[in-house]
């Protein structure tokens, strides 16, 4: 992004593998709670750099080192259309053909490399 600057557009969104890990899905809504106290990406990456510790109680850990109101934490993790959003991009990505995280799209089409690959890419068609 800091290199390609317009040229490229980051977009997120949740595909959690339930099936491979029990709390993928947990660790979606905890990280769209803690969007609605703007740390979204603090809690992202505490969840994706702690993957191994992730049940529920660590999550509720986490959302307190983040400073987060825990009480609106709570509620919010029962909040339907946190749920109803998870699903939607889930939903969104096994049409679009994502079948793994990370993903990557060019003009709407699924790149299937990792990301140095999409690096590289990027660097030869610069403009």
Do not use: C
Request: hydrophobic residues 45%.
């Amino acid at each position: 992004m800091s290199e390609f600057g317009s040229q490229v557009k980051f977009v997120f969104r949740n595909f959690p593998l339930s099936e491979m890990h029990q709390f993928a899905k947990p660790a979606a809504l905890a990280a769209e709670a803690a969007a609605l106290q703007g740390k979204f990406w603090e809690m992202h990456d505490a969840i994706y750099e702690n993957q191994e510790y992730l049940n529920e109680k660590f999550l509720f850990e986490l959302a307190e080192k983040l400073n987060l109101n825990l009480p609106q934490f709570k509620d919010d993790l029962e909040k339907p259309e946190l749920a109803e959003k998870i699903d939607s991009d889930f939903k969104s990505g096994i049409i679009s053909g994502v079948n793994g995280t990370p993903s990557f799209f060019i003009n709407d089409k699924k790149f299937n490399g990792g990301a140095e690959d999409l690096l590289q890419l990027l660097k030869q068609n610069a403009v």
